[in-house]
């Protein structure tokens, strides 16, 4: 009988435990008033892109570090891990900067340094030319992407392919060109990506199992392919406003920080479009002072550091341009820097709205 019940208390202590480590894992949370925040423009947003986004899964709205909305479209759920897609380039970027605070690497070191082996016989000029940092801003050269998923061996494919500009000079989105950044991070440190990202990374953050597919020679595709939940995707963007430190520790380097998601090239001129207003290391510069990460189908991590705000979507949406705008249109009047008296009316209705989507689908 005693050890029957010494072992009941052992479960009951251990499942404590258990609970306090998923607490303390947590963003804190609060009214959206108390940071400054009407309740009423959320409830407008949630509305309006349930009816528009096709579809929605989740949304979380972080302010001031506090989390004060979040809403999941059922089957989608706040324990579940969400595909990133390209959203996981800005993860192989921040594995980048971290090895080079860790003098692993320099971003002006040469590609082919990396890769004796897998060079072709007669490597171009602009291939020798082209460098880390060429990597990290979507200026490797090429002009279109070399399909690495037919390949057997993806490091030699991506050097085999033309690289008919001259690195740095000319901006063309590379998913492959994002894998070589994840290989050359596994050269330097001997793990892949995901791995080395654990201790430095996803640990401190508290992000749990995170999952990131691999290519044939057992690289993290660093590209795409990275499986997270919506609160783990708010924690890095929170981590990015907060220049890289995380509860007093500096995980990422704030030059880094800088450096990544201010504009290192051009992408266009539209001053209208957020696919064309510059391009930092794996990261997207948007209007209204904004950066982000995403990636297709509408995974994004917004970080607006005027208003000291993080938002993460992710969803399955055919028009990632008119998502975004939604939160331009609907989310940015919700910010005031004025103090907002609590409404528990309105916030009563935000919980209710929230709690629908949950159950509807």
């Known amino acids: 009988m005693k050890q029957l019940q010494l072992i009941s208390i052992t479960a009951v202590v251990l499942a404590l435990h258990v609970n306090l480590v998923a607490q303390a894992d947590n963003l804190?949370?609060?009214?959206?008033?108390?940071?400054?925040?009407?309740?009423?423009?959320?409830?407008?947003?949630?509305?309006?892109?349930?009816e528009k986004v096709d579809s929605m899964h989740s949304f979380m709205l972080l302010?001031?570090?506090?989390?004060?909305?979040?809403?999941?479209?059922?089957?989608?759920?706040?324990?579940?891990?969400?595909v990133l897609w390209s959203l996981s380039k800005s993860f192989a970027s921040t594995a980048v900067g971290i090895a080079v605070a860790e003098k692993k690497l320099n971003i002006?070191?040469?590609?082919?340094?990396?890769?004796?082996?897998?060079?072709?016989?007669?490597p171009s000029k602009n291939l020798k030319n082209m460098s880390v940092r060429d990597l990290l801003t979507m200026t490797c050269g090429h002009k279109n992407e070399v399909k690495l998923r037919s390949k057997k061996n993806w490091v030699k494919s991506f050097?085999?392919?033309?690289?008919?500009?001259?690195?740095?000079?000319?901006?063309?989105?590379?998913?492959?060109?994002t894998y070589m950044l994840s290989a050359i991070v596994q050269e330097v440190t001997g793990k892949t990506v995901l791995d080395y990202l654990k201790p430095s990374l996803f640990n401190p953050?508290?992000?749990?199992?995170?999952?990131?597919?691999?290519?044939?020679?057992?690289?993290?595709?660093?590209?795409?392919?990275?499986?997270?939940?919506?609160?783990?995707?708010?924690?890095?963007?929170?981590?990015?406003?907060?220049?890289?430190?995380?509860?007093?520790?500096?995980?990422?380097?704030s030059s880094w920080v800088k450096q990544s998601t201010s504009k290192q090239v051009s992408n266009g001129k539209n001053s209208l479009s957020d696919w064309q207003q510059g391009?930092?290391?794996?990261?997207?510069?948007?209007r209204h002072g904004a950066f982000r990460g995403d990636g297709k189908d509408g995974q994004f991590c917004i970080v607006l550091p005027e208003k000291n705000v993080v938002i993460a979507i992710t969803a399955n949406s055919k028009?990632?341009?008119?998502?975004?705008?939604?939160?331009?249109?609907?989310?940015?009047?919700?910010?005031?820097?004025?103090?907002?008296?609590?409404?528990p009316k309105d916030y009563r209705r935000l919980k209710s709205v929230i709690s629908k989507l949950e159950a509807s689908r």
């Open 28 to 50: 804190p949370r609060s009214t959206p008033e108390s940071q400054g925040v009407y309740s009423s423009k959320i409830i407008d947003f949630i509305k309006t892109t349930d």
């Open 205 to 253: 953050l508290g992000i749990r199992n995170p999952k990131w597919d691999s290519s044939p020679q057992g690289i993290s595709i660093g590209g795409y392919g990275l499986f997270l939940r919506t609160e783990d995707i708010a924690k890095f963007g929170q981590l990015y406003l907060q220049e890289g430190k995380w509860h007093g520790r500096q995980l990422i380097d």
């Open 159 to 177: 050097l085999a392919h033309p690289v008919p500009h001259e690195p740095g000079t000319h901006f063309k989105y590379n998913t492959p060109g």
């Open 279 to 286: 391009y930092g290391y794996q990261f997207w510069r948007c």
């Open 63 to 82: 302010r001031n570090g506090h989390v004060v909305a979040e809403a999941w479209w059922k089957p989608e759920s706040r324990s579940k891990q969400h």
């Open 108 to 122: 002006d070191d040469k590609v082919i340094q990396f890769f004796p082996d897998d060079l072709p016989s007669e």
């Open 319 to 343: 028009d990632m341009r008119g998502e975004l705008n939604l939160v331009w249109e609907k989310l940015l009047p919700a910010f005031t820097d004025k103090p907002i008296e609590e409404n």
